[in-house]
């Protein structure tokens, strides 16, 4: 309600809303663009399109000039597609290429943070991080999408039976 009150003072004093809107949710920069729209072309889908993962490797921020302030929030561009209930985002550090930052979230009632406390990590129930330690990309996606798809199983087990 208290946000609601002043967000009422401020369309009632002629503040221009649409444009702190427009600022705050919408206004990207082109690096943050480029990276959207190679997150879109690299993702990838796993259990029928349930659990949604992007993995942004040095040689693709590299590549496409893209540092990791613009890739700060993509796990919410593959969040957003219809039917994702988890989405994972790996970022590989640049500073060592064995370590690889995962972003989780979720859609549905699933806490994600059990996943990532088992990888080290932790946070809350829709939204958790943890840092991967791995040989290679493909290692690193590999041991989240395995935590995950157990715990998405889980999750639709358990609905299921209640």
Same mark, same amino acid.
């Given at each position: 309600?208290?946000?609601?009150?002043?967000?009422? !003072?401020?369309?009632?004093?002629?503040?221009?809303?649409?444009?702190?809107?427009?600022?705050?949710? *919408? /206004? &990207?920069? !082109?690096?943050?663009?480029?990276?959207?729209?190679l997150?879109?072309?690299?993702m990838?889908?796993y259990?029928?399109g349930?659990?949604?993962?992007?993995?942004?490797?040095?040689?693709? &921020?590299?590549?496409?000039?893209?540092? *990791?302030?613009?890739?700060?929030?993509?796990?919410?561009?593959v969040?957003?597609?219809?039917?994702?209930?988890?989405? !994972?985002?790996?970022?590989?550090?640049? &500073?060592d290429?064995?370590?690889?930052?995962?972003?989780?979230?979720?859609?549905?009632?699933?806490?994600?943070?059990?996943?990532?406390?088992?990888l080290?990590?932790?946070?809350?129930?829709? /939204?958790?991080?943890?840092?991967?330690?791995?040989?290679?990309?493909?290692? /690193?996606?590999?041991?989240?999408?395995?935590?995950?798809?157990?715990? !998405?199983?889980?999750?639709?087990?358990?609905?299921?039976?209640?």
């Open positions: 309600p208290d946000t609601m009150s002043l967000a009422s !003072l401020v369309i009632a004093r002629g503040i221009d809303h649409a444009e702190i809107n427009r600022i705050i949710f *919408d /206004a &990207k920069s !082109l690096e943050e663009i480029r990276a959207q729209k997150t879109y072309e690299k990838e889908m259990e029928d349930a659990i949604s993962i992007i993995v942004f490797t040095n040689e693709m &921020k590299n590549a496409n000039n893209i540092t *990791d302030a613009d890739i700060g929030d993509i796990v919410n561009s969040r957003g597609i219809e039917g994702v209930l988890i989405a !994972l985002a790996l970022k590989q550090s640049s &500073k290429e064995a370590k690889f930052s995962l972003s989780s979230r979720a859609n549905a009632d699933i806490d994600v943070s059990e996943a990532c406390a088992i080290g990590g932790g946070g809350h129930k829709r /939204a958790a991080g943890a840092t991967i330690t791995a040989s290679s990309p493909n290692e /690193a996606r590999d041991i989240v999408i395995e935590q995950f798809t157990k715990l !998405l199983r889980e999750y639709k087990a358990g609905n299921k039976n209640g």
